[in-house]
């Protein structure tokens, strides 16, 4: 896991599998894909969001998202 990074490197530590949803994305398309791909998914307290261009747009806790 997390091979390519040099040993000393923050790309090492960091987690890669994440929750990352479109910009768009409803709560229910948000639920589903993480219940989908939950084995896969190394975190899950953040879900985060980004444009079609593939820029973070923004960072939401899960507690949040289902309040």
Avoid: C, H, Q
């Avoid at 307290?45 to 079609?52: A, D, F, G, L």
């Avoid at 923004?58 to 289902?66: A, C, D, N, R, T």
């Amino acid at each position: 896991m997390n091979n390519n990074y040099p040993k000393d490197s923050a790309g090492k530590l960091m987690t890669k599998n994440v929750p990352v949803v479109f910009l768009d994305a409803t709560i229910l398309e948000i639920e589903k894909y993480i219940f989908k791909n939950i084995k896969k998914l190394e975190s899950i307290n953040y879900v985060y969001i980004i444009s079609k261009n593939n820029v973070l747009k923004g960072v939401i806790s899960i507690k949040e998202l289902f309040r």
